[in-house]
């Protein structure tokens, strides 16, 4: 299919309408992905501030943290007190008439206690998606304890290998397990959608983020499971493959993935240091990962004798996988990036995300939309057979 025909197309969500109960990030990440891929998405908020990530600042852009923005362009928003019984029974009836999937990350019970529980909307509504975004699943001693990325970054183990040998502890500085559940919400509500389409029965999904931290750390794991080992700190490098980490050159620092036998060999030929790949200790992936700390010092002492462009250009001419490490001025304003078509103005031209990372028939979904003032939408909770507005329409791309 040519790129002209499928834009064209509609997206693969256009007509389906998401309820998104959610604040901070989990749960308006999810609803942010089903979004770009055609969804109507009407946003609940709290009337007392609404979202805590509008305050997530600064930078702040058109009033509401660039944080915001980036997860919450094209939705609509409702400002309301779930505590008001009327104003919950709106809501619900929102839901039985319009939405095929409901996202919802309050606290344990939150949902229940204001009859928005998911087995309670799913009597109501057989065909409903329901997807609950929890801090630690919804069964276990810790079912009900609150959390946030840096506590479940800790506490599944992902901060016990992050950085270097001796160096303090750290985080990822990105919130992965957030972003991660959001992720897998949208993947199991892709998959409940699927499978209504054959039975017509909508059901519970529920992902949490000690599961996807879990996850994350699912290779380490297996590692340790298999041989009683705990993971070390490997800074920039990896366990399982050596030499795959960054070098310190004359003027600046790179980032080499020689990941095989066949890689190491051309490495060595670029850096001038063949005999290494002929010595024992290094020949092979596992004699390299024994003798770590004593290649990595060669290495780093041939790295050392010029400049990181002079290494670059040669271990691209040799095709070994290597970069420079960016900062994100130079990320946005790179010509792949560019190329890429990835970042996207929302319509109002207020600001600036990043987009779906996911191409149809070569065309990257455009529906941006622009982020929603804080009860810019309440007339749609006033009647549930009101005419969506063409601002919040998503677009063909």
Known sequence: MSAAADMDRPLPLAGVCVVEIGHSLAAPYAGMILGALGAEVIKIESAQGGDYARDWGPP????????????????????????????????????????DVVLQN??????????????????????????????????????????YDPLVQAVAGLMSFMGGPGEPLSRIPVSVNDMGTGLWAAIGVLAALFRRQASGAGEIVS????????????????????SGVLPGRWGSGTAAIVP????????????????????????????????????????????????????????HEAFARAGSAHWLAALDAAGIPCGPIQTLDQVVAH??????????????????????????????????????KLGEHNHLLAGTHTHVPAHLQQETP
């Open 207 to 226: 992902v949490s983020l000690y599961e996807t931290a879990i996850a994350w750390g699912g290779i380490q794991i297996a590692d340790y499971l298999a």
């Open 60 to 99: 702040f852009v058109d009033g509401a943290a660039a944080l915001f923005h980036a997860v919450n362009h094209g939705k609509a928003s409702i400002a309301m007190s779930l505590s008001d019984p009327e104003q919950a029974a709106r809501l619900r009836e929102l839901i039985r008439e319009r939405a």
């Open 244 to 299: 795959h980490q960054a070098f310190a050159c004359a003027d600046g620092t790179i980032m080499v993935a020689a990941g095989n036998d066949r890689l190491f060999r051309r490495l060595c030929e670029v850096l001038g240091t063949n005999a290494l790949a002929d010595d024992p200790r290094f020949a092979t992936n596992g004699a390299r990962v024994s003798h770590r700390a004593e290649l990595i010092a060669l290495l």
């Open 106 to 147: 309050l606290k344990a019970g939150g949902t229940e206690k204001y009859g928005l529980g998911a087995e309670a909307m799913l009597r109501d509504k057989p065909s409903l998606v329901y997807c609950n975004l929890g801090a630690f699943g919804s069964s276990g001693p810790w079912r009900d304890k609150p959390g």
């Open 335 to 372: 010509a792949q990036t560019e190329a890429l078509d990835l970042l996207r103005t929302t319509d109002d031209g207020a600001a600036t995300v990043v987009g779906l990372p996911v191409s149809f028939g070569g065309q990257r979904p455009a529906a941006t939309g622009r982020t929603p």
